[in-house]
């Protein structure tokens, strides 16, 4: 009996959870505080906030790659600043500090990668080419992108966009996913091209009835909750099969 109740126990315990704790980056500037989700490997995500700031969903989705045996850093740039989580703070995040959070994450590891959404791709970017511009080693693997804004203004009906320049002057490996009902998809095409002009390898993975923000959309649909469901495998399987390295 004893025997039962212990496997009747194994069987409805839930799973065990990846440790996380919090630390900090310091910088000549700002103390970044980093919530960390560990794992036993070598690999470590960077995962970089969205102009909406860190939110619960991406704790999750970094749950889940920790189980899988990828460490993931959510860095608060934000709070680091004293800044407001709104759209217009993004513009204000300074490359410098994604430099420094690079190289606290080379220094406990050598297979690093950048992931973060939206607007945030600017200054996670423009943090990796000031890095790369100072000629530090090793170099990051490359980054992951969720439907990156990089214009300079919206794009009027008609007329090509205009990208910020950090698109070509970017030397990375990345991979941007992108849903096909985001305003962005149908210039994927010349975001790409910008890219490759800069030297990146770029690749692109794009979904069917899919919106941007669609891992923390109140309104999210059922296809966009199930392709969040997904999101740390997908990611897990983008990593494992991208070809990795900056481009100088």
Known sequence: MRWLLLCLGLFLSPPLLAATDVFTVHTPAA????????????????????????LAEEHRIAEELARRGWEVW????????????????????????????????????????????????????????LRQSHARQPALAGAVLLYPNLYM????????PVYLPITRDTRLSLHILQGELSPWYWTLDTLKAAFEAGGSRVRVQTFSGIRDR????????????????????????????SPTGSRK
Do not use: C, M, N
């Open 153 to 160: 203004g919206q794009p009027e009906p008609g007329t090509d």
């Open 31 to 54: 103390d970044i505080p980093v919530t960390r989700h560990q794992a036993a490997g070598k690999r470590l995500l960077l995962w970089l906030p969205s102009e909406y700031g860190v």
């Open 74 to 129: 959510l860095a608060d740039l934000y709070a680091a600043r004293f800044l407001p989580t709104v759209a217009s703070s993004a513009e204000a995040l300074p490359a410098e500090d994604v430099a420094a959070l690079i190289d606290a994450a080379l220094a406990r590891t050598r297979q690093v990668w950048l992931v973060t959404a939206g607007r945030g791709a600017k200054y996670a970017l423009e943090g990796a080419r």
């Open 214 to 241: 669609f891992y923390f959309r109140p309104d999210a649909t059922a296809e966009e909750k199930a392709l969040a469901a997904r999101l740390p495998d997908l990611i897990g399987q983008i990593l494992r099969e």
